[in-house]
């Protein structure tokens, strides 16, 4: 059997028609849009509405910029748009349309944070199912699912805004990873809590990893633990008992699926 997998697309389509070349399944970890494009400022959801110019001053910020003043120059470029919620829906269904176009038959896919769950069964057609915090039997292996990523303890999800990409509370999160039981292979957007795997050393900051995945590994001992979202890990993978824990990679950048056999 063999399945390839991947994650973090951010807006690929091209390699995603590719990655099931070969392949028996095909297992997308999340992150199909692309949001904010840091290297190509023209492209992504923001490059077509605001210009790469005023992407590139987003990014600088984010870089540079303290938090109070990248949240008030997002809110001036939104404020510039008369109807800022329909341009962004507009935009992210063109992407979706595009993306889930790419996809082939049999598709397992979970939504990463840069991701709207909800518009998902409008785009998956047959041969593409989604799951979260549900498992599915690929093989003969069972295979459970997460998706999402997490908010900082305290924080809760924001009710306005133009657009809300998918964190979630930690007991939210914690409720799905409960839901799976005798998984064979884990299968999540975002990273266990070890710090080698959830640390970036591009953007020097570590991700928030989760606990509930790391305790679902040491109690149930899947074989892999696959996931995506640290972009630039500062290890791949990771040995937790007899799991092996695996960073896909950046899909985006790469084009190339990681592959499981068995």
Known sequence: MRVHVVSDVHGNAEALARAGDGADALIVLGDLLDFVDYREHHRG?????????????????????????????SR???A???DPESAVDEAIRE?????????????YATPGNVDTPALWPEFAGDGIRMLDGEAAEIGGLRFGFVGGALLPDGVQPRRGGVWHPYLRTRDDFDASVGLLKDIDVLCSHIPPALPELTYDVVARRSELGSASLRALITEQRPRWSVFGHVHQP????????????????????TGQPYVLRW
């Not at 992407?95 to 598709?107: H, I, N, R, S, V």
């Open 45 to 73: 959801i923001l490059g077509a509405l605001f210009g790469p110019e005023k992407v590139g001053e987003f990014a600088r910020l984010r870089r540079e910029g303290t938090r109070d003043e990248t949240i008030t120059y």
């Open 76 to 78: 001036s470029l939104w």
């Open 95 to 107: 992407q979706y349309a595009t993306l889930f176009g790419a996809m082939t038959a049999p598709t």
């Open 80 to 82: 510039s748009l008369e």
């Open 234 to 253: 500062l290890s791949p993978r990771a040995r937790l008992g007899r799991t092996e824990c695996r960073n896909v990679g950046h899909f985006k950048e």
